[in-house]
């Protein structure tokens, strides 16, 4: 890396660190007040996913190894983001199943991501990887169905569609860290 690229991966660190730290200390002990709630939940907040994709995809574009992997892990990460920025932007509850399919997208895109890393030294992910990954994925939301599904629904007194979407979340959750 060029003292350029170390001065800059320098400098965007303490900007993160610092920004962090500003999130943190503002949640403990409301530093700044009512009057940076919004600034902090909000535009510091998708500052630093911004970043964060940033930094991911600036790796997949200037490192070869494990590329493809990398832009999966981009591409996730821009998902969340941008299900984030919609959940700022739209209205309350406006457009509550966008930001739900962009989050959800996270999941298979992390997912293979991660697949992709795991095959490191390998040309090509074997297909039985794949296979393993999508079965164990079904396996869980089987389970889930089955046995919490409809109680979960009865209890909630929810929507069918939004209970389901709301299960996906833990359940893509256990997949991505299983």
């Given at each position: 890396m060029t003292s350029k690229g170390q001065l800059a991966r320098g400098v965007l660190f303490a900007a993160i660190v610092v920004a962090l730290g500003a999130s943190i200390v503002h949640a403990l002990t409301g530093f700044g007040g009512p009057s940076v709630d919004a600034f902090i939940a909000n535009d510091l907040y998708l500052a630093l996913e911004l970043t964060g994709v940033a930094l991911f995809a600036t790796r997949?574009?200037?490192?070869?190894d494990h590329r493809a992997a990398w832009?999966?892990?981009?591409?996730?990460?821009?998902?969340?983001?941008?299900?984030?920025?919609?959940?700022v932007?739209?209205?309350e509850g406006a457009?509550?199943?966008?930001?739900?399919?962009?989050?959800l997208a996270f999941y298979p895109l992390a997912c293979a991501g991660l697949a992709l890393l795991a095959a490191q030294g390998?040309?090509?992910?074997?297909?039985?990887?794949?296979?393993?990954?999508?079965?164990?994925?079904l396996t869980v939301a089987a389970v889930v169905?089955?046995?919490a599904f409809n109680p979960i629904v009865d209890a909630t007194h929810g929507d069918v569609t939004q209970t389901a979407i709301n299960l996906a979340y833990p359940i893509?959750?256990?997949?991505?860290v299983g």
């Open positions: 997949a574009l200037v490192v070869s832009w999966c892990i981009t591409a996730a990460f821009a998902c969340w983001t941008a299900g984030d920025v919609v959940w932007v739209a209205p457009d509550r199943l966008l930001t739900d399919l962009l989050y390998r040309e090509h992910v074997a297909a039985r990887m794949w296979i393993d990954g999508l079965l164990a994925a169905v089955a046995v893509g959750d256990l997949v991505l």
